[in-house]
């Protein structure tokens, strides 16, 4: 399978990476290639078959909204890189 | 007597008898990891003084009756992507270089209330991907039969700290065989268990649907007893099967007689190693003579399960690594100048090659356009997988075939071609796909010296048959067969 320049610029533009222009040339190699075998799952023929997303039966259970934790924001706050007032500190982002 | 060298089971015996304290086994496992670990790199993180002081709490609490299990006082070590409360947690990553979970994995609760003395964080792939820990960002682990080779992955850490003598015994995750595989290179036995048997709270993400905790031991027994410890159902957790605690150590019997085992056709073909294929099929052949009932069969869907697994995986990892974006936790770099470039720059330089190629991978087979042709499809051949087994099922209690198609790699060999590594998973992630429970256990040895694994592949909740079976054939061969490391 042959990858573009645009498409490998979308899908780090979906993960948030920035590539060099090395790293783009080698991640288009990488992933043609590797995307080229995974087409290899078209041999087997999946008309109608219900596709698989969990190995058991998972369904929304429904229970009461409880608070069972107690007060933690300072343990919470304790790894993050930046923080103020009790909360996570970004760059702003509203003028 | 040499501590390292007992299993688990027999210090835990000798510990509560008297004969050995707590102290002295976590002395001994030191010492070794002192001597061995330059060579060897089996831990991100060591904690002795925290060990040593947990060490005498433990001998307190045996000798009051507080703790009575068989593992009570048995130095254990904690792959790195597990969290442990107040020790940081890496997941072998930059961009959780410096973590400290506020909380502990439920697996690690059940460690520490059965009073088991946490000896540190093995390391490990970067966030659990690869299958020679090379990918770590704290180097690379050596294999302890030759320094030379890698330990597999990607619990190459905690499979080589057990065969080094470096912890009694340890826990590993599998996503797509990464205890069984490290288990096979190692020479140690590994369990990776039925989706759902044991709590993934507190285990770091990499793909949900398939991620598994499971023990990496010195032998079958030593296994079923941590697995014991760690199974049963945790609210914490929504896909952990509600059931009381498991008891597997009944299943070790010590016979097979009536055992229907299956060997797929398919497994012995081009890319097995033949002296990988001589060591598998001797195995089967001890089984047969202690009464199991071997056939072979067709187990057609699994020639996909590679494709994919690499599939479903990464578009699982794709969106559950979108979490590190520097804010929360983890590694946030410096000097941006907006919350995107933040983003940007953050995962750009925290994120390792093979996670940014995963991500890249998930992202594209989960985006419009390419969703039904990739990520779709591999959802229908996951069935049509669950399908070949669970018809394999209808006429075989469990199968029968290697763990990985070679012996371990030497270092630096599979990292310059990803494609090449990912096909060496070929007989582990159908398990994964499947939700099923195997065993990887040492079934020989090549003219290298290097550990052969033997796989047995159980039905959902069918470790009992894989525990027995493996027992069966420790007991009747010894267990060990290329020698202590």
């Given at each position: 399978m042959t990858i573009t320049d645009e498409t490998i610029t979308y899908v780090a533009a979906l993960t948030k990476l920035s590539l060099s222009a090395q790293e783009q040339e080698k991640a288009k190699e990488d992933l043609g290639r590797i995307l080229g075998y995974i087409d290899?799952?078209?041999?087997l023929v999946t008309d109608g078959v219900e596709p698989m997303s969990h190995v058991i039966s998972l369904q929304n259970v429904f229970r009461e909204?409880?608070?069972?934790?107690?007060?933690?924001r300072e343990n919470l706050l304790s790894n993050a890189p930046a923080k103020k007032d009790g909360a996570f500190l970004v760059p702003k982002t509203v003028e | 007597m040499d501590i390292t060298k007992l299993t688990a089971l027999e210090l835990g015996r000798q510990i509560r008898a008297g004969g050995v304290s707590v102290r002295e086994a976590v002395e001994a496992h030191l010492a070794v990891i002192r001597e061995k670990e330059n060579d060897y790199?089996?831990?991100?993180?060591?904690r002795k003084e925290e060990a040593l002081s947990r060490a005498d709490a433990v001998q307190e609490g045996i000798l009051s009756g507080q703790y009575t299990s068989p593992l009570a006082g048995v130095p254990v070590a904690v792959k790195d992507n597990i969290c442990t409360k107040a020790v940081r947690t890496t997941c072998a990553s930059k961009i959780l270089g410096d973590f400290v979970p506020p909380y502990d994995a439920a697996v690690v609760e059940r460690l520490t209330a059965a009073g088991m003395v946490m000896l540190g964080k093995t390391n490990m792939d970067e966030f659990a991907m690869?299958?020679?820990?090379?990918?770590s960002y704290f180097g690379v682990t050596k294999n302890?039969?030759?320094?030379?080779?890698v330990p597999g992955g990607s619990s190459g850490g905690s499979a080589a700290a057990v065969a080094a003598g470096e912890a009694g015994i340890a826990l590993g995750s599998d996503t797509g065989g990464s205890i069984r595989q490290p288990s096979a290179f190692c020479g140690v036995t590994g369990i990776k268990p039925?989706?759902?048997?044991?709590?993934?709270?507190?285990?770091?993400?990499?793909?949900s649907s398939l991620d598994g905790i499971g023990p990496v031991g010195k032998d079958v027994a030593d296994c079923a007893a941590l697995l014991s410890l760690i199974s049963g159902g945790d609210r914490?957790?929504?896909?952990?099967?509600?059931?009381?605690r498991f008891d597997y150590?009944?299943?070790?019997?010590?016979d097979v007689r009536g055992m229907r085992i299956g060997i797929p056709?398919?497994?012995?073909?081009?890319?097995?190693?033949a002296q990988v294929a001589d060591a598998v099929l001797a195995a089967a052949k001890v089984l047969k003579e202690k009464g199991a009932l071997l056939s072979e069969f067709d187990l057609d869907a699994v020639d996909y399960a590679v494709p994919a697994y690499y599939v479903i995986a990464s578009a699982e990892a794709s969106s559950n690594l979108s979490?590190?974006?520097?804010?929360?936790y983890g590694f946030c770099a410096p000097d941006h100048k907006d919350l995107q470039e933040m983003y940007k720059r953050t995962r750009t330089e925290g994120f390792g090659d093979e996670v940014k190629r995963r991500m890249m991978i998930g992202a594209f087979v989960l985006s419009s356009g390419y969703y039904d042709a990739y990520y779709n499809k591999a959802l229908k051949v996951r069935a049509l997988i669950r399908q070949s087994f669970d018809r394999a099922f209808e006429n075989c209690d469990l199968i029968l075939g290697?763990?990985?198609?070679?012996?371990a790699m030497k270092l630096g060999e599979s990292l310059s071609d990803p494609l090449k590594m990912y096909l060496g998973d070929i007989y582990t992630v159908a398990v994964n796909l499947a939700g099923l429970p195997a065993i990887s256990l040492p079934c020989g040895c090549d003219d290298q010296g290097l550990p052969i694994g033997l796989q047995l592949i159980g039905k959902p909740f069918g470790e009992r048959d894989i525990l027995r079976a493996a027992y069966c054939y420790e007991q009747e061969t010894g267990g060990a067969f290329c020698g202590r490391c």
């Open positions: 290899t799952m078209n041999e909204d409880e608070v069972t934790n107690k007060e933690e | 790199h089996c831990y991100i993180t060591v690869g299958s020679t820990t090379e990918t302890p039969w030759d320094i030379t080779r039925t989706y759902g048997t044991v709590s993934r709270y507190g285990l770091i993400a990499y793909a914490r957790d929504s896909t952990s099967v509600p059931q009381d150590m009944g299943a070790l019997k010590g056709k398919g497994y012995f073909q081009a890319g097995l190693d979490r590190y974006d520097g804010v929360k290697p763990t990985a198609p070679t012996t």
